[in-house]
């Protein structure tokens, strides 16, 4: 049968399980800035009931109850929005990265504007068309070789920059990477932590938020799986191979690797420190970076950028050579291969001998006005016909250019240089699109992690106002069941003595 004390102790039960309760409710209206706490909930149960069934009892009326107990504290999250989130980080950084890069080539090339290649070219081109008409005049000579000096500043400051927002993301790479291997140590150290305090049967609640928050971070640096096990503790992978199993961290290194798209420069590879093998990385910021530093540089799939704008620069100059060469100058020479046949030439090769258009490499780097034509403006050839200064057939026909493809091409060099301005801007528009969908995605996903896990102040108040109400209910009881053992221990049994 029951004791008599048994409502002490099923109010010492309810004065337990409401304090708890309460404890909770504090501690989720502590935490209701932090962007990374799930709120909490204590799941109250009811303790075993008495009589408990052996065998022989005869069935009473029915079990009477002892009270409350906790069973769990709990962590509201929504397993399967953490894991499209983390998805949707992975997307959202990859695009917003690639977009600010693509912004920046923009900015490079500048079009269309007075500082553009653009402009440049056709400012040559009516340069050109001026000296077709004045073909005597050193001084409109001359503004053609100040106008092809502009055009060449602007193809080299062009390629430049791009050759330095291609070092700058290379260089980058290291440092993501030492990230990767950091947050892959902290998660862990957590994992062993969650480890033992799940053993124990209890649930390391603030942990696992701590390590959600890490996950996270490292999905807007790389694609990565997630797995739980049984012990609460996490392995993650970067396509299909391990970065974290249960409490080891395995870490990526960087391989430097020549490469004939850059000039004087390495490739940084990432690899596996552990085994040399390439790490499969596709999205996050650093997947991203390697996409757009392929992007400038090219791959054996893809022409880069920076070799579009190389192999224009080659175009333009060897049909603007062929051209110029046929003509004669103000001393009546031309139609030959003499050093001053070449209005442009590379810095990498002689002056003084044709240009070897086939071993010419990162045009856009090296190509500058010839610099015999430079100082003696004279040699520009503009006629078409030996000895007659006054004709300037030859010019025109270089100004030509402007509408005429070159021999062998179906475009004009001006429409060639735009399909590289038309291909930037359809990268550029499509990053920045998907950038904006992702973020539409991710804040529609966010919302929802927030429905489950935020903390609503008010619903916290109205708990705490329940809670405290129970409390006050369990301790009138512990009260009135105080005041009825005092009558039985103290008053039964004094009358007739």
């Known amino acids: ?51 408990t069934p052996v065998m022989g009892y005869t069935p009473s009326n029915g079990q009477v109850g002892t009270g409350v107990e906790i069973s769990q504290i709990v962590r509201m999250r929504d397993a399967f929005v953490d894991m499209r989130l983390r998805q949707q ?12 890069g693509l912004r920046q080539v923009e ?58 927002l291609s070092e700058n993301l290379n260089d980058n790479i290291p440092i993501k990477v030492g990230e990767v291997n950091v947050l892959a140590e902290r998660l862990a150290a957590l994992n062993v932590q969650i480890g033992k305090v799940s053993a124990t049967g209890s649930m390391p609640n ?12 490292l999905s807007k640096l790389v694609d990565i799986e997630v797995v739980q096990d049984y012990g609460n503790m996490v392995s993650v992978t970067i396509g299909g191979a391990s970065l974290v199993h249960r409490g080891t961290a395995y ?16 490739r940084n590879e990432i690899v596996w420190a552990d085994t040399g093998s390439a790490a499969q990385i596709s999205a996050g910021e650093i997947g991203a970076m390697l996409a757009m530093r392929d992007q400038i540089n090219g791959t054996d799939e893809m022409e880069g950028i920076s070799a579009a704008l ?41 002056d003084l001998e044709k240009p070897d258009y086939d071993k010419v490499s990162f045009a856009a780097l090296q190509v500058r006005v010839n610099p ?79 429905s489950v896990s935020g903390v609503n102040l008010d619903e916290e108040m109205a708990n705490m106002i329940r809670f405290q109400h129970a409390y006050s209910a369990a301790a009138r009881m512990m009260t009135a069941v105080d005041e009825t053992l005092d009558i039985i221990i103290n008053r039964l049994g004094i009358v007739g003595r």
Not at 130 to 150: G, T, Y
Not at 312 to 331: C, K, M, P, S
């Open 206 to 217: 603030d942990l696992l938020d701590e390590r959600d928050a890490l996950l996270e971070e």
């Open 1 to 51: 049968m029951r004791t008599t004390f048994s409502g002490i102790y099923i109010a010492l039960r309810a004065l337990q399980a409401q304090q708890t309760s309460l404890d909770i409710t504090g501690h989720n209206v502590a935490n209701a800035n932090n962007p990374h706490y799930s709120r909490q909930v204590a799941l109250h149960s009811a303790t075993r009931p008495f009589p």
């Open 89 to 100: 980080l992975q997307s959202r950084n990859y695009w917003a990265t690639l977009e600010e």
């Open 251 to 266: 870490k990526l290194a960087v391989a430097r690797v020549p490469d004939e798209k850059w000039a004087n420069y390495e």
């Open 107 to 164: 900015l490079f090339f500048n079009e269309p504007s007075e500082n553009s290649i653009h402009y440049a070219l056709d400012q040559l081109w009516d340069s050109l068309q001026d000296l077709s008409r004045d073909p005597e005049l050193l001084a409109v000579r001359e503004v053609v070789v100040q106008r092809a000096q502009v055009l060449v500043e602007s193809i080299h400051a062009t390629r430049e920059h791009l050759q330095r």
């Open 372 to 450: 015999l034509i430079a100082e003696d403006v004279s040699l520009i050839r503009a006629s078409a016909v030996k000895g007659v200064k006054g004709n300037g057939d030859n010019a025109r026909e270089l100004a030509r250019l402007r509408h005429t493809p070159p021999k062998d091409k179906q475009t004009t060099i001006g429409d060639a240089f735009n399909a590289i301005i038309a291909n930037i801007g359809v990268r550029t528009q499509e990053a920045i699109r998907m950038t904006e969908n992702q973020v539409v995605l991710e804040n529609h996903l966010r919302n929802l992690k927030e």
């Open 310 to 350: 190389d192999k224009w620069t080659l175009e333009f100059v060897q049909e603007f050579n062929r051209i110029h060469a046929q003509g004669y100058d103000l001393g009546g020479h031309g139609n030959d291969d003499a050093p001053e046949a070449y209005f442009f030439v590379f810095a990498d090769q002689s």
